[in-house]
């Protein structure tokens, strides 16, 4: 089991370039969600996916983007990149929401925006 | 406006010590309150806590949840460099999982 994969783990993009940033999961869970990690910020919640084929904003979604291709897969899509989304973000996954059942993290993507 | 609060935001201690951490929480629609481990990269679950007063313990590690004051501690006792890490605190609310900001635990040799 390779657990919550992430792809990739750096990335430096221009003001106004375009990404996705992958994320995989193969223990066949329902949830899944992005988190974005900055200094002294805590985790923040982008966007979620309570299921397959739904997907809903978090806390801080303005600028991004997600698909739920599958069960396994969750992109998040910065259409315009700008310098304040220069952050470490996190992929994770759980059993479904709305239980008492722990977030498994992906190893994070560090993205720097110049 | 649901909140997690975590106290202290840093920590310094000798190898050996022991040490409590406190996370407090104002959350609608509570589910459970989990604790993680973060060194270098991604968090790593460390306890799920849901009904007051049952403590959970890993090792040296120990938790327990006060639904009534709406707070949990974490204990590490005999301390070690490797503990040395953020320990993130969330509450799961029903429809999401809210974050407090971490307490950065450094361990001196």
């Known amino acids: 089991n390779a657990g919550v994969t992430q792809t990739p783990k750096f990335q430096v993009l221009k003001t106004g370039q375009s990404m996705t940033l992958q994320c995989a999961q193969d223990?066949?869970?329902?949830?899944m969600y992005w988190y974005r990690q900055d200094p002294g910020m805590g985790l923040r919640l982008i966007y979620y996916?309570?299921?397959?084929?739904?997907?809903d904003k978090g806390e801080v979604p303005n600028g991004y983007n997600v698909s739920r291709l599958n069960k396994r897969e969750f992109s998040l899509r910065l259409e315009s990149a700008a310098p304040s989304q220069t952050s470490v973000y996190f992929c994770?996954?759980?059993?479904?929401?709305?239980?008492?059942?722990?977030?498994?993290f992906g190893p994070g993507t560090r993205l720097t925006v110049t | 406006e649901d909140k997690v609060v975590q106290s202290p935001l840093s920590l310094v201690v000798h190898e050996g010590d022991t040490v409590t951490l406190n996370c407090s929480y104002e959350?609608?629609?509570?589910?459970?309150l989990l604790w993680y481990k973060q060194e270098k990269k991604a968090p790593t679950f460390l306890f799920m806590l849901?009904?007051?007063?049952i403590e959970k313990k890993s090792g040296r590690l120990s938790s327990i949840l006060d639904k009534k004051e709406l707070f949990s501690i974490l204990n590490i006792t005999a301390t070690q460099t490797g503990d040395s890490a953020v320990y993130l605190c969330?509450?799961?609310?029903?429809?999401?999982?809210?974050f407090g900001k971490g307490t950065r635990l450094h361990i001196l040799p």
């Open positions: 994770a996954s759980s059993h479904q929401m709305g239980g008492p059942y722990e977030q498994y």
């Open positions: 223990m066949n869970h329902n949830s």
């Open positions: 996916s309570a299921s397959e084929g739904t997907t």
């Open positions: 959350v609608t629609n509570f589910r459970s």
């Open positions: 849901t009904s007051s007063g």
């Open positions: 969330a509450v799961d609310r029903d429809d999401k999982i809210i």
